[in-house]
């Protein structure tokens, strides 16, 4: 059963209508294909309306352990998000003291970066490529609701980033993967993120969704042919839509703010998941058109150890 959130403050929240797009229930084969600028799921997805509160008036009072995220004033050195060189250069050390800082955590690997945005990625998709690597390039805005790891993809990441970077290490008692996520396209964005308070996560029906990083989509029934060794693969969560989700956003945010949220906390005695998507701000009255400003923004993964 869902664990219903409430409280003064966060019930005196501006409320958006929002239409969310969530796996359906069933049997089915799920699966995430992405090559540059595109990406899809195999499967059948639904929209849901949705409430989305604003939360950027009581920023303050969210949590990385209670709510699952949380947002904070971090800068960046980097000049040009899409400045690859400068980015390479200087973000991920920027992510990994970063989250030390906001954690308490004794070390930090940081795990590849990608841009997002909201703009047209036609003509780059189109763009032919060979070996493609999913990391440091640009991708569009998340169209489900998902965390992007499922337990066994993110015990077997912590356990190999550790064993990689620390092999004289004591061990880790506690691991926590996650997003550093921040938007550096002017406010007000007009896909921006939206949180789902990870107490509330817990209800319906959940699936683990296998990544494959291709260079071309297969097609028809080669979609969801059986592959060898898929157990193995990285995967993510996904969900299915149920009342009890409680969703947030940051409406206005600077490129000075940052978002931290949890896809897999070792400790399940905190909030230990976050899940979240992208969605249209219908509430927009600013910005390009009256729309909003296309969203442009970076997200960084990383895992974090206590010793």
Request: with cysteine; net charge negative.
């Amino acid at each position: 059963m869902a664990t219903r959130v409430k409280g003064d403050i966060e019930d005196g929240a501006r409320q958006v209508r929002a239409t969310l797009r969530y796996v359906d229930e069933g049997d089915f084969v799920t699966r995430r294909y992405v090559s540059q600028g595109r990406e899809i799921n195999t499967g059948t997805y639904s929209d849901h309306a949705v409430i989305v509160r604003d939360g950027m008036p009581i920023r303050d009072h969210f949590t990385l352990d209670t709510h699952g995220f949380m947002i904070a004033k971090v800068p960046s050195h980097v000049r040009d998000f899409h400045d690859k060189a400068d980015v390479d250069a200087l973000y991920e050390r920027e992510v990994e003291e970063a989250v030390l800082a906001l954690t308490g955590a004794d070390k930090c690997v940081a795990r590849g970066w990608m841009l997002r945005t909201s703009a047209d990625l036609s003509q780059h998709a189109a763009q032919k490529v060979e070996n493609y690597q999913h990391s440091g390039g640009i991708q569009p805005t998340a169209g489900e609701v998902h965390v992007d790891i499922n337990g066994p993809t993110a015990r077997r990441m912590a356990e190999m980033t550790y064993r990689q970077h620390f092999p004289d290490g004591p061990g880790y008692k506690r691991f926590l993967i996650s997003s550093f996520w921040r938007t550096f396209s002017p406010p007000p964005q007009d896909v921006p993120l939206a949180l789902c308070d990870g107490r509330t996560s817990f209800g319906g029906e959940e699936k683990s969704n296998t990544l494959f990083i291709v260079d071309e989509f297969p097609v028809g029934d080669a979609l969801i042919a059986p592959v060898e060794g898929e157990e193995r693969k990285l995967a993510a969560t996904i969900f299915s839509y149920h009342p009890g989700h409680r969703w947030w956003y940051f409406q206005g945010m600077e490129a000075d703010d940052a978002l931290l949220f949890k896809f897999h906390d070792s400790d399940h005695s905190v909030t230990w998941r976050c899940p979240h998507t992208a969605f249209h701000d219908t509430s927009l009255n600013g910005g390009a058109n009256g729309r909003g400003n296309i969203r442009e923004s970076i997200e960084c993964r990383s895992v974090a150890f206590w010793e």
